[in-house]
């Protein structure tokens, strides 16, 4: 069974960086893919990025892209997310998940790491 574990949110500025992880332990690691989700208050959980993780192909969210970027060290199973240009509606409590095989849905959620972006 694998677990997960979000960290690296915190309270930060406009304009500043961050680099969130997701550390994956457990039995074997080798997902289709590993996506990063987010959901703000009052609001959806919605799609930020994703990670082919046998292949390393990327995509983002129109929102994010440009300025987030998904990446992974398979030695540590850890999938990170690369924050740079932060803005206020980035503020949000930031998830990963697991997509184990192509067409599978998400599953294997961590618990999430909250990012606040001031102005």
């Known amino acids: 069974q694998v677990e997960l574990l979000e960290s690296g949110g915190g309270l930060v500025q406009a304009g500043d960086s961050l680099r969130l992880s997701c550390a994956a332990s457990?039995?074997?690691?080798?997902?289709?893919?590993v996506g990063w989700f987010r959901q703000a208050p009052g609001k959806e959980r919605k799609f930020v990025a994703a990670?082919?993780?046998?292949?390393?192909?990327?995509y983002y969210s129109d929102s994010v892209k440009g300025r987030f970027t998904i990446s992974s060290d398979n030695v540590k199973n850890t999938v990170y997310l690369q924050m740079n240009n932060l803005r206020p509606e980035d503020t949000a409590l930031y998830y990963c998940?697991?997509?184990?095989?192509?067409?599978?849905?998400?599953?294997?959620w961590g618990q999430g790491t909250q990012v606040t972006v001031s102005s």
């Open positions: 990670l082919r993780y046998r292949t390393g192909d990327e």
């Open positions: 457990g039995s074997t690691f080798n997902p289709f893919a």
């Open positions: 998940a697991i997509q184990p095989e192509v067409g599978n849905p998400y599953d294997h």
